[in-house]
């Protein structure tokens, strides 16, 4: 007996790396298809302003443009989402996504970054995809300063977990 395939997406936004080293970990240990959330005017990650524009844009609840995605999430069942934590929230590339995507009926599986921590950033991300079923969700403290490999394996473990779940229920 062949076990049939999930068809499994990681979107993600990283400015300092942290979350694209997370999403890439799970891409590879899933082989998922992956989608990065690109602003088509990008802050620059070595901006000393950087956080002050990103907090501003989270606290204005603005939607930044996006370049155009490369994948659609309706066409898969199980989609992880990973974002960094601003101004105790997720970013607002997010806001702009999930504004211009219609997710429902899917299976979800959420993850932030952050340097300490997440406020109501999974929280929040849940509110904002009513009409899901949400598998878990994990938070990574500077995953790449503080033990990148010991990271790298929590997110296979976890991102296994996920899978696990998607095909039990």
Do not use: H
């Not at 240990?29 to 990103?54: C, H, M, Q, T, V």
């Amino acid at each position: 007996m062949t076990s049939v395939k999930v068809k499994t997406l990681v979107v993600f936004y990283s400015l300092d790396g942290n979350t694209r080293s997370i999403a890439k970990t799970i891409q590879q240990k899933l082989d998922a298809d992956i989608l990065e959330l690109r602003l088509k005017k990008p802050i620059n990650p070595k901006s000393f302003f950087k956080y002050f524009w990103g907090g501003f844009q989270v606290i204005s609840r603005s939607r930044p443009q996006l370049l155009p995605l490369d994948k659609d999430p309706r066409d898969y069942q199980l989609i992880f989402i990973g974002t960094p934590v601003w101004a105790g929230n997720y970013v607002s590339a997010f806001r702009t996504f999930l504004s211009s995507v219609e997710i429902k009926r899917k299976k979800i599986a959420l993850f932030c970054c952050c340097g300490g921590q997440n406020g109501k950033t999974i929280d929040r991300l849940k509110k904002a995809l009513p009409g899901n079923e949400f598998l878990g969700e994990m938070t990574f403290i500077n995953p790449l300063k503080k033990d990148p490999k010991g990271s790298k394996e929590k997110v296979q473990l976890w991102a296994q977990d996920m899978m696990g779940k998607t095909k039990s229920s």
